[in-house]
């Protein structure tokens, strides 16, 4: 069985702040992991996706993740935050060899940018 | 690129009424799904098929079935909607192979059971 837990469900950061959204997957073997985006209105968008390659991942607009199995994490940064920024954002597990459609969503979290 | 398109942005049905919704992807993807999305539960997978006319049930299918007789089009059906069917309503594809398949997803349907 899998599981991904977000610890927040809302973030709020100023304009030009860091962001850090955070993600702990729970997985028998080593997983794929994933963040997608959700601009209001809007379907989502993959940020980025680890699959067993490196560890530090960099994707769309600035983010990246860094993957570490030691703590079973998967958590979202960005060094600056812009206001296109502010969406909601999940974290998604799914196990090696199996398909995508063996997806695990995590609950999501609000990304508020303040100006 | 890759595109999802879905026949509603919006719909308001009664209680009891059969429901379409329309999922074609312009892919060729062999994949396709459709998730609904509720506040503070996150994306649950209703249904989704491998190929033309197959479908596996995901993690909530009761109330709900699904066809899928053309590659590029995947159909939702609320056979009797109910109220608590009211939720936003994501298709989405991808083509197969290992775990690390991205899912494309279209925009969403928002679907109200009054």
């Known amino acids: 069985a899998q599981s991904v837990t977000q610890l927040d469900s809302h973030v709020s950061v100023s304009e030009g702040t860091p962001v850090l959204l955070r993600c702990n997957y729970s997985?028998?073997?080593?997983?794929?992991l994933f963040w997608y985006v959700q601009h209001p209105n809007k379907g989502l968008q993959l940020l980025l996706k680890y699959t067993s390659a490196a560890t530090l991942v960099k994707g769309i607009n600035g983010f990246e993740a860094e993957f570490k199995k030691s703590e079973t994490s998967f958590h979202l940064t960005k060094p600056s935050a812009h206001m296109s920024d502010a969406a909601e954002y999940f974290c998604?597990?799914?196990?090696?060899?199996?398909?995508?459609?063996?997806?695990?969503f995590g609950k999501g979290t609000k990304l508020s940018v303040i100006p | 690129d890759v595109k999802v398109t879905q026949s509603s942005r919006y719909l308001v049905k009664r209680t009891g009424e059969k429901v379409f919704l329309e999922c074609v992807q312009d892919m060729d993807h062999e994949n396709m799904f459709w998730y609904r999305q509720d506040p503070g539960l996150g994306l649950r997978l209703i249904y989704f098929?491998?190929?033309?006319?197959?479908?596996e049930k995901g993690d909530i299918p009761e109330g709900y079935s699904v066809s899928r007789e053309k590659k590029e089009r995947f159909s939702l059906i609320l056979e009797s909607a109910s109220t608590n069917q009211t939720s936003m309503y994501l298709c989405?594809?991808?083509?197969?192979?290992?775990?690390?398949?991205?899912?494309?997803f279209g925009p969403g349907t928002r679907l109200t059971v009054l």
């Open positions: 989405a594809s991808s083509l197969p192979g290992t775990s690390g398949d991205t899912q494309y």
């Open positions: 997985s028998s073997y080593s997983p794929s």
């Open positions: 998604v597990v799914t196990p090696p060899g199996a398909g995508s459609y063996q997806l695990t």
């Open positions: 098929s491998y190929d033309v006319k197959m479908k």
